[in-house]
């Protein structure tokens, strides 16, 4: 016997359950043709996130001491290293932004 919320075609159907004085919000459904927009847009923001989160934590460990870095565990080289990979923050001028 096939579930309550499949037809007999095959296809799935929403089944909505009122319930007395319930106060719950429903998101509405995102038609297909919308979806990839939307993960667009969120693997976006997922990205840009990442991007800014990597970029304040080398603003960070530039401005550590040779003596800071050892007490974490890294040395200035691999400091360094890592400072690098943020091009930005390579460029000299007279305010550097604190992320």
Do not use: C, N
């Not at 890592?82 to 305010?95: D, F, G, N, T, W």
């Amino acid at each position: 016997m096939q579930s309550s919320q499949e037809l007999t075609s095959g296809i799935f159907v929403m089944v909505t359950i009122e319930t007395i004085g319930s106060k719950a919000v429903v998101a509405p459904v995102q038609p297909p043709r919308l979806a990839w927009l939307a993960a667009t847009i969120q693997a976006a923001g997922r990205a840009l996130a990442l991007w800014r989160r990597r970029r304040t934590t080398r603003v960070h460990l530039s401005q550590l001491t040779d003596d800071q870095l050892r007490d974490v565990g890294l040395s200035p080289d691999v400091a360094k290293r890592e400072i690098r990979k943020s091009r930005l923050l390579l460029v000299e001028r007279p305010y550097q932004p604190p992320f």
